[in-house]
Every structure is written in C-alpha cells, then in structure tokens.
C-alpha cells in the first residue's frame, strides 16, 4: 500500500499555472510509474498525465503542450507542472500508481484545481 497526498491546487486566472505535487510514502517510489487524473464536476475521472520509473511520459491530448509530470525519487515525489491553464482544465486532480506490481490502485485524496476565466 502507497499514501499518496497532493498539494498545490488553488484558484487561478485563465492563461495561468500551477503546480501540483504529490508526496508517496515508502521506499519503492523510484521503482513504480506514476499517474495524475482529474475529474471535472458531472464528469468522469480521466488520466492526465503518466511518468515510468525510468522517466518516460505520456499524456492526454487535453493537455499537451500545456502540462508538464516528472518526478525526484530522492524527495518521493511526483509533480504536475500546469502552464496556460484554461478553465476546462477545472477539477479535482488526484495522484495514482500501481504499485510495486501493477496490479494494486492507490489514490490520494485529491486538490482542487479552479480557473477563472
């Protein structure tokens, strides 16, 4: 079992950034892949963006070019840089992995993401 806590959301203008973190618990972070997904009010959680232990990403088309994930194994922990937010991108975003497996499903609690326009 991975805690997971993120931290960083907040109320932002349009054409803004942010950036989320979001602190594992344990010894096995730089061995397990990472994931941010949101869910915007009334709609279904989607995958945002995905980093492998090695470092290799992928993302949403949503948020390409915009959105930035990366990680410091020395600090546990796995960020989600968002520039030239838009207010589509409102929602809670929440921090995910596997695990050591890739079969286990550890969430945190989520961070509210809000952008005016």
């Known amino acids: 079992q991975v805690q997971l806590v993120e931290s960083g959301g907040g109320l932002v203008q349009a054409g803004g950034s942010l950036r989320l973190s979001c602190a594992a618990s344990?010894?096995?972070?730089?061995?397990?892949?990472m994931d941010w997904y949101r869910q915007a009010p009334g709609k279904e959680r989607e995958l945002v963006a995905f980093?492998?232990?090695?470092?290799?990403?992928n993302y949403a088309d949503s948020v390409k070019g915009r959105f930035t994930i990366s990680r410091d194994n020395a600090k546990n922990t796995v960020y989600l840089q968002m520039n030239s937010l838009k207010p589509e991108d409102t929602a809670v975003y929440y921090c995910?992995?596997?695990?050591?497996?890739?079969?286990?499903?550890?969430w945190g609690k989520g961070t509210l993401v809000t952008v005016s326009s």
């Open positions: 995910h992995t596997k695990g050591v497996t890739g079969r286990g499903d550890n």
């Open positions: 344990g010894s096995i972070f730089r061995i397990i892949a």
């Open positions: 980093i492998s232990s090695g470092g290799s990403t």
